[in-house]
């Protein structure tokens, strides 16, 4: 075992902790599911349990007393909604599908999206619960097949992604057997 001072260390932690949500509506006498006010007459916010976390629903999370006493600050970050995840898939210089179009490039191979196909990745992230780091996985289910067949394809310069060949890919994928509750 080796002792660390802490003292002048910034801790930053984050992460989805699936299931809090359960935690801290047990706190706040209501349930996750359905509605019911505080007594006080303010209205609960059942879509985002998360902004009425604090430092005891960690602890009944499962985090440790001696990590949380380290953390004074909680906050928490509202869930991505379909145009912030819209923009994540295509805006930043090295986004997903720019990533895709420059792989592809490398081979000769000029890729496209249709946009109904953005709209469909985003869509699935949201059902599957992925948030941003859902959409790589969406989009190497979609993908991955032409990633390994178009370039060894003589001939082949062109491929544009439409509907239809993303719903065809996702129905194929293991992602696609995900259970949402």
Same mark, same amino acid.
Do not use: C, F, V
């Given at each position: 075992m080796v002792s660390i001072n802490t003292? +002048?260390?910034?801790f930053i932690c984050g992460g989805a902790f699936?299931? !809090?949500n359960k935690v801290i509506s *047990?706190?706040? =006498?209501? +349930?996750?599911?359905?509605?019911?006010?505080?007594e006080d007459g303010e209205k609960i916010d059942e879509e985002n349990f998360l902004k009425y976390v604090t430092p005891h629903d960690i602890r009944s999370f499962g985090l440790i007393p001696e990590l949380i006493g380290r953390i004074p600050v909680l906050s928490h970050l509202n869930p991505l909604d379909n145009s912030a995840l819209?923009?994540? &898939?295509? %805006?930043?210089? =090295? #986004? &997903? !599908?720019?990533?895709y179009v420059k792989l592809f490039e490398l081979d000769n191979v000029e890729l496209s999206f249709d946009k109904k196909v953005l709209d469909f990745i985003v869509e699935k992230a949201q059902d599957y619960k992925l948030g941003a780091r859902g959409l790589r996985s969406i989009c190497e289910a !979609?993908?991955?097949?032409?990633?390994? %067949?178009?370039?060894?394809? %003589?001939? %082949? #310069? *062109?491929?544009? !992604?439409? &509907?239809a060949y993303a719903k065809k890919k996702m129905s194929s994928s293991t992602l696609n057997k995900l259970k949402v509750a």
């Open positions: 003292q +002048n260390i910034l699936g299931g !809090i *047990k706190r706040l =006498n209501t +349930n996750a599911i359905g509605y019911k006010a505080k819209s923009r994540i &898939l295509t %805006e930043p210089k =090295n #986004s &997903l !599908i720019k990533q !979609i993908m991955l097949d032409a990633m390994y %067949e178009i370039p060894s394809q %003589e001939g %082949e #310069s *062109k491929l544009k !992604i439409d &509907l």
